[in-house]
């Protein structure tokens, strides 16, 4: 075996302790910076470098200027400065001259700089102070005596006591004792040859040792693409072994006379032709059915992109071939709101029927919530075990206890954001000899594609990328001043003088939903004793009963509610074409996504619709370029970009904790084209489903996954 090149499962089997000079109390300090195996320390990557052909001379530096310099700590001292704040002043010198470096409120300078005769590079603007240059507080590394014209600078814990040029040598003795076996590459050089990407070893010692900043930058990708590979091999194999476990349907248009065709003529029916996109996620859909493995399938569109028709053609597919289809929302008014736009949809439809009279019987959309009277609930129980109802709309109340189907052959989750991983597991597990439905997951709240792929990684992807025509994208304005929100409520009521109607979104509470709604009703009283008095004002909030809930609702539609002053349960769904205007207070409290979804609310009617964000107040950078982006583009798919590079990984990873991660160099911002070659490479190993069978090795480190991680990936 010694002469086999090491494998990175046998640098995890491997301790740090092995390395020399890792004594009890290095050891204490490697791992409280997560670091215990020799794979550990090769995947603990340099933070910055140095590059010394770039260095400045100290007698050369300008005032104004910033500069990286490199000398030596010949002196330090600390004082106390008026206000009790203390103050490190430490000198540096390199052969040409010195620099005073000072420190304000960092006492631990004085330890870290104080011991003899460090090495330091030292990052910051030059001041001049009667006629001396210095730096007030300066970005410090401590680089030893390492030479060498590139410099890797590691994280380093204060609290560990390692200094990076400690982590530096072990790193350098690793490196050295891996030499004469060399470091496994089990990615088949076919796939490494068509990114030209440099062997594992190779891009080891690129990313550690570069002799050129130039090397970094080729290690980088070779080491991202292995990370990013690691996590689609594990979704895709998941995926692949799914639709191998599991039998699913595959939907035929059936002989039976009344069901044929049944797609076809809802599509030909339609008061317009479906958007080119709507046309090719219905045949993609359509494609998938008709396969005997299980779908499935993530829909994203935009609000207004028209994912109804397509979900309703998605239910036709599976009652054309004599199955049910059913509609999951994830509240009670979203429920009702679908149940009544697919009836809408299937106006007039109905399933041919000989032995009728009229020759058809109508195609029964049924409603099933927590809410339906029980007689009306038995009804329509029966109807799904006996297969004469053939399609449901419905809360999770549909996965509840005795709710069985006779041929349940397809079910469309919307808005999954707000369903448990658990609910969508209920509807894959299918009893022994069942048939698994196939699943469309669809979601308004778009994600950069990539993103989708890692974080949906085991759902196929159809995206709606197009608005169906004469839509006009919603005006979005930022109110900053009070002059511009009573402009807004002008706004608000001309539109209303106009015969349309408005929500008014509440401010976010932080807190409890009962606070919330607390605010809510302070927010509707202010609102009608002041600036929208006269008109009629409806509160909606998570806190009502769903009658209530309900009542106000349809209070709204009818339009005897005026003005809906709400919290963000409208976020999802509701539908109302009259309503065109949108003011959401404290809209710097919301993200990009929830203000985006929020406003597509509004102007569904034909008529144009507003939005002002009312934001008071010295904004945080963040929060401002968020209402910027919003008040600049309609386009969702953009803003998910624009969120992503705000609020980087977190937005899409989720919740992870910190420390262990298995994208320690991947970005899936930055190197959003490697984790669609990573895609395509797993997609290509894994094949059918049998081909990591030919790579062993690419299997084994698929163990080295963070299970956590593997867990939330795979689940979320
Ligand atoms: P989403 O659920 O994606 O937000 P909907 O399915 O509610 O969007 O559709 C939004 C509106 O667009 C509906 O009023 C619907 O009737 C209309 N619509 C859908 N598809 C088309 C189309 N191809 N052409 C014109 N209008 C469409
Ligand atoms: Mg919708």
């Known amino acids: 075996m010694a002469g086999e090149p090491i494998t990175l499962t046998e640098l995890a089997s491997k301790d740090v302790s092995i390395l020399t000079r890792v004594g009890p109390k290095k050891l204490d300090g490697l791992r409280s910076m997560g670091i215990s195996s020799l794979l550990d320390l090769l995947t603990h990557y340099p933070r910055r470098y140095l590059d010394r052909t770039r260095e400045a001379r100290i007698a050369e530096l300008q005032a104004g200027e910033e500069a990286l310099v490199l000398g030596r700590v010949t002196s330090v001292s600390s004082r106390r400065v008026k206000g009790g704040r203390v103050m490190v002043s430490a000198e540096v010198r390199d052969d040409s001259g010195r620099l005073r470096c000072t420190f304000f409120n960092q006492p631990w300078r004085e330890r870290q700089l104080g011991a003899t005769a460090v090495d330091v590079a030292v990052f910051g603007r030059v001041e001049l102070f009667k006629g001396q240059r210095q730096m007030t507080n300066p970005v410090v590394d401590l680089v030893g005596d390492r030479t060498g014209r590139v410099v890797p600078i590691y994280p380093q814990s204060d609290a560990a006591r390692l200094t990076t040029w400690e982590i530096a040598g072990w790193v350098a003795e690793t490196l050295r004792r891996c030499g004469p076996r060399g470091i496994a590459d089990p990615v088949p050089a076919a796939i490494l040859e068509r990114w030209d990407l440099e062997p594992r070893g190779a891009a080891m010692w690129g990313i550690h040792a570069p002799e050129h900043l130039g090397d970094v930058q080729r290690a980088r990708h070779r080491l991202v693409f292995d990370e990013l590979l690691r996590i689609q091999l594990a979704l895709v194999r998941r995926k692949k072994e799914m639709e191998r476990s599991s039998a699913g349907i595959a939907h035929a248009e059936s002989a039976d006379p009344g069901r044929a065709g049944l797609v076809e003529r809802f599509v030909a029916g339609l008061p317009y032709p479906l958007t080119a996109a709507q046309e090719r996620a219905v045949a993609e859909i359509g494609a998938d059915m008709a396969r005997?493995?299980?779908?499935?399938?993530?829909?994203?569109?935009?609000?207004?992109?028209?994912?109804?028709?397509?979900?309703?053609?998605?239910?036709?597919?599976?009652?054309?071939?004599?199955?049910?289809?059913?509609?999951?929302?994830?509240?009670?008014?979203?429920?009702?709101?679908?149940?009544?736009?697919?009836?809408?949809?299937?106006?007039?439809?109905?399933?041919?029927?000989?032995?009728?009279?009229?020759?058809?019987?109508?195609?029964?959309?049924?409603?099933?919530?927590?809410?339906?009277?029980?007689?009306?609930?038995?009804?329509?129980?029966?109807?799904?075990?006996?297969?004469?109802?053939?399609?449901?709309?419905?809360?999770?109340?549909?996965?509840?206890?005795?709710?069985?189907?006779?041929?349940?052959?397809?079910?469309?989750?919307?808005?999954?954001?707000?369903?448990?991983?658990?609910?969508?597991?209920?509807?894959?597990?299918?009893?022994?000899?069942?048939?698994?439905?196939?699943?469309?997951?669809?979601?308004?709240?778009?994600?950069?594609?990539?993103?989708?792929?890692?974080?949906?990684?085991?759902?196929?992807?159809?995206?709606?990328?197009?608005?169906?025509?004469?839509?006009?994208?919603?005006?979005?304005?930022?109110?900053?001043?009070?002059?511009?929100?009573?402009?807004?409520?002008?706004?608000?009521?001309?539109?209303?003088?106009?015969?349309?109607?408005?929500?008014?979104?509440?401010?976010?509470?932080?807190?409890?939903?009962?606070?919330?709604?607390?605010?809510?009703?302070?927010?509707?009283?202010?609102?009608?004793?002041?600036?929208?008095?006269?008109?009629?004002?409806?509160?909606?909030?998570?806190?009502?009963?769903?009658?209530?809930?309900?009542?106000?609702?349809?209070?709204?539609?009818?339009?005897?509610?005026?003005?809906?002053?709400?919290?963000?349960v409208i976020e999802v769904g509701v539908d109302v074409p009259e309503a065109t205007v949108m003011v959401v207070l404290d809209a710097d409290r919301f993200g990009i996504a929830q203000l985006h979804q929020l406003r597509g609310r509004v102007g569904r009617g034909g008529h144009a619709g507003h939005c002002v964000l009312v934001a008071h107040g010295v904004l945080n950078p963040d929060a401002g370029e968020r209402l910027d982006a919003l008040a600049r583009t309609t386009d969702g798919f953009e803003l998910a970009e624009v969120d992503l590079d705000l609020r980087g990984e977190g937005t899409v990873m989720g919740e992870r904790q910190k420390g262990r991660n298995d994208l320690r160099l991947a970005s899936l911002r930055r190197d959003r084209e490697w984790v669609l070659r990573a895609r395509e490479a797993a997609e290509e190993l894994v094949g059918d489903g049998t081909g990591l069978e030919r790579h062993p090795a690419l299997v084994e480190e698929l163990s080295l996954l963070d299970e956590s991680d593997e867990e939330f990936l795979l689940k979320s």
């Open 292 to 568: 005997p493995a299980p779908m499935h399938r993530l829909l994203q569109g935009d609000v207004g992109a028209g994912k109804t028709v397509v979900a309703v053609a998605m239910l036709l597919t599976a009652v054309q071939s004599g199955h049910q289809g059913a509609l999951m929302a994830p509240t009670e008014v979203l429920a009702e709101q679908h149940a009544a736009g697919v009836r809408t949809l299937l106006e007039g439809f109905g399933l041919d029927d000989p032995a009728s009279l009229l020759g058809e019987r109508p195609l029964e959309v049924a409603l099933l919530t927590g809410r339906t009277p029980a007689a009306e609930r038995r009804r329509v129980l029966a109807g799904l075990a006996d297969g004469s109802i053939p399609l449901v709309v419905g809360t999770h109340a549909l996965l509840s206890e005795g709710v069985g189907f006779a041929a349940l052959g397809a079910v469309v989750i919307d808005e999954q954001h707000r369903f448990g991983v658990e609910q969508r597991a209920a509807l894959r597990a299918a009893g022994p000899g069942e048939r698994v439905p196939d699943v469309l997951v669809m979601t308004a709240t778009p994600i950069p594609r990539t993103a989708a792929m890692t974080v949906y990684g085991d759902l196929d992807v159809t995206v709606l990328d197009e608005l169906p025509p004469g839509r006009t994208p919603i005006a979005t304005s930022v109110a900053h001043h009070p002059e511009d929100e009573d402009a807004a409520w002008e706004l608000v009521r001309a539109e209303v003088a106009a015969g349309r109607r408005a929500y008014v979104v509440c401010p976010l509470v932080e807190g409890s939903d009962k606070m919330e709604a607390a605010s809510a009703a302070e927010t509707l009283e202010r609102l009608a004793e002041g600036p929208l008095a006269g008109l009629r004002l409806g509160l909606l909030h998570g806190r009502m009963k769903s009658d209530d809930k309900a009542d106000v609702m349809e209070r709204f539609r009818h339009g005897t509610v005026d003005v809906l002053v709400a919290t963000t």
